[in-house]
């Protein structure tokens, strides 16, 4: 039997149980697709990853391996799995670290992780955002379950991508978002004809500061985190000049599924492009174990 260590750590959170979980292999051997897609199914989390370790010498030029699954399918990117696995690695691998930063050589390219004095807090830095189509408010209202009056009227839905692409929806208030049913069925394929995978849904919270809650429903459930789509998130707000250039803004996600967790969250624009986006948090340590495969 093949013995495969493995760590269970919770993103974007600083308390265990609460934020987002994930299962981080350790794949000296490097295991074929299908093993990895299986080893994510028994896992049962929104992802897994499988860091495939190659010499330091290129780790430090040019990032250490990681691959991204969910339970249904491999992904080119995701954040609370970069993240967690950057923070895995740190205290796990600290060869892989130059001046309290490494860089993950993921599918959709090199994505660097810097970490703060505080050992479990970590920012990434995101792809420049692409910008793609603006959507119909009322066929986004249906497809999501509210009315278009649930809609910020100031905000017109748009698909952008640091990775994977979303549908940035700006709810009218909390209660709106409270209402949010997204019909998956129709939505799916709806998406993908304008470039985007999943809806992710904002609301502020009516607080004096930029702040926001946020709901992404998918696969049937709801992610108690989504850094990919809060990259996307706070370049469409800087775009739209909701929030300032470099200004950080906390957005809060997962309270309707039990899992608060806290994402923060700060891009720059220079005449007209959005760059420098950023999506940080902190990651607590739950488990460890071994995989055992034949």
Not at 56 to 80: C, D, K, N, W, Y
Not at 207 to 233: H, I, K, L, N, W
Request: glycine share 8%; proline share 5%.
């Amino acid at each position: 039997m093949r013995q495969l260590e493995y760590f269970i750590v919770d993103v974007f959170t600083r308390t265990p149980m609460t934020g987002n979980a994930l299962a981080v292999v350790m794949d000296p051997a490097g295991l074929g697709t299908d093993t990895m897609q299986s080893i994510a199914r028994e896992f049962n989390l929104s992802e897994t990853t499988f860091v495939q370790r190659r010499p330091v010498e290129i780790e430090r030029s040019e990032g250490v391996r990681v691959r991204i699954f969910t339970t249904q399918e491999e992904l080119p990117f995701a954040g609370h799995p970069t993240l967690g696995t950057a923070s895995v690695l740190r205290s796990n691998a600290p060869d892989t670290i130059a001046k309290d930063q490494l860089t993950l050589a993921l599918n959709v390219g090199p994505i660097k992780v810097r970490f703060d004095s505080d050992d479990s807090f970590a920012e990434m830095t995101q792809r420049d955002p692409e910008f793609g189509q603006e959507l119909d408010p009322a066929e986004v209202a249906r497809l999501i379950g509210l009315s278009v009056n649930d809609l910020h009227p100031r905000f017109t839905p748009q698909v952008v991508s640091t990775g994977n692409g979303f549908a940035i929806v700006v709810a009218r208030d909390l209660q709106a978002l409270g209402l949010l049913r997204v019909r998956h069925d129709e939505s799916s394929a709806w998406l993908r004809d304008r470039g985007g995978r999943w809806f992710y849904v904002l609301a502020p919270t009516g607080v004096r500061e930029p702040a926001f809650r946020a709901r992404m429903q998918f696969y049937g459930g709801e992610d108690p985190a989504t850094g990919s789509a809060a990259g996307c998130a706070i370049s469409y707000l800087v775009a739209r000049g909701a929030v300032a250039s470099d200004e950080r803004i906390l957005v809060r996600q997962g309270v309707e599924v039990g899992r608060t967790s806290d994402l923060f969250l700060r891009a720059k624009i220079d005449s007209a492009k959005v760059t420098d986006v950023r999506v940080a948090g902190s990651t607590v340590p739950v488990a460890t174990g071994q995989l055992f495969l034949p």
